[in-house]
T-cell receptor, first 115, second 109 residues
Framework: DTGVSQNPRHKITKRGQNVTFRCDPI?????LYWYRQTLGQGPEFLTY????????KSRLLSDRFSAERPKGSFSTLEIQRTEQGDSAMYLC?????????????FGPGTRLTVL | GQQVMQIPQYQHVQEGEDFTTYCNSS?????IQWYKQRPGGHPVFLIQ?????EVKKQKRLTFQFGEAKKNSSLHITATQTTDVGTYFC?????????FGKGTKLSVKP
């Protein structure tokens, strides 16, 4: 197991509802990434943190998407006013800056279904 | 923006045949990484290439990084059923990774 955990693993919601996902990275990793993956596609980068600082958020899909990592440990991804097009797998990954390889360790993902 | 393209999208092989997937970036990359995602699983890191023209081997897998650092390939010799999955290349740029769409490999025993 990679050590990155995500909760919940599955979320079914109705259009217009808000949802929040949680990611717990490997404890010594200071970088945390969020991706979205739809069927038949590669992971699509959304945003990333170094410790508690959000270093890149321009690729968040819309202003309905926001992410936080308040204490530099776990992170949350919130989607407000969900739409059917938001249905996808949301993946979290972490890595240690300065490690020999820039390997990202992925969690199992949260599968979102918007009805 | 930066794009990473992979071909083919699908590859069906007989067990024992070789397999190659190709990756091309629209921009020069600082590094390229390869990941494997098993059906129902999450991406798992295979390798990172950094140097122009670099070649790395892992058992039956051979990875290459182009001289211009804009393309890469993964070659699997004598595929096995355990090689089934989707192989993604991911280009490193400005702190994040841009993934290709992947090549889905199926292996017929």
């Amino acid at each position: 197991d990679t050590g990155v955990s995500q909760n919940p693993r599955h979320k079914i919601t109705k259009r217009g509802q808000n949802v929040t996902f949680r990611c717990d990275p490997i404890s010594e990793h200071n970088r945390l990434y969020w991706y979205r993956q739809t069927l038949g596609q590669g992971p699509e980068f959304l945003t990333y943190f170094q410790n508690e600082a959000q270093l890149e958020k321009s690729r968040l899909l819309s202003d309905r998407f926001s992410a936080e990592r308040p204490k530099g440990s776990f992170s949350t991804l919130e989607i407000q006013r969900t739409e059917q097009g938001d249905s996808a797998m949301y993946l979290c990954a972490s890595r240690s800056q300065g490690a020999r390889y820039n390997e990202q360790f992925f969690g199992p993902g949260t599968r979102l279904t918007v009805l | 923006g930066q794009q990473v393209m992979q071909i083919p999208q699908y590859q069906h092989v007989q067990e024992g045949e070789d397999f190659t997937t190709y990756c091309n970036s629209s921009t020069t990359l600082s590094n390229i990484q390869w990941y494997k995602q098993r059906p129902g699983g999450h991406p798992v890191f295979l390798i990172q290439l950094v140097k122009s023209g670099e070649v790395k081997k892992q058992k039956r897998l051979t990875f290459q990084f182009g001289e211009a650092k804009k393309n890469s390939s993964l070659h699997i010799t004598a595929t096995q059923t355990t090689d089934v999955g989707t192989y993604f290349c991911a280009g490193g740029s400005q702190g994040n990774l841009i993934f290709g769409k992947g090549t889905k490999l199926s292996v017929k025993p």
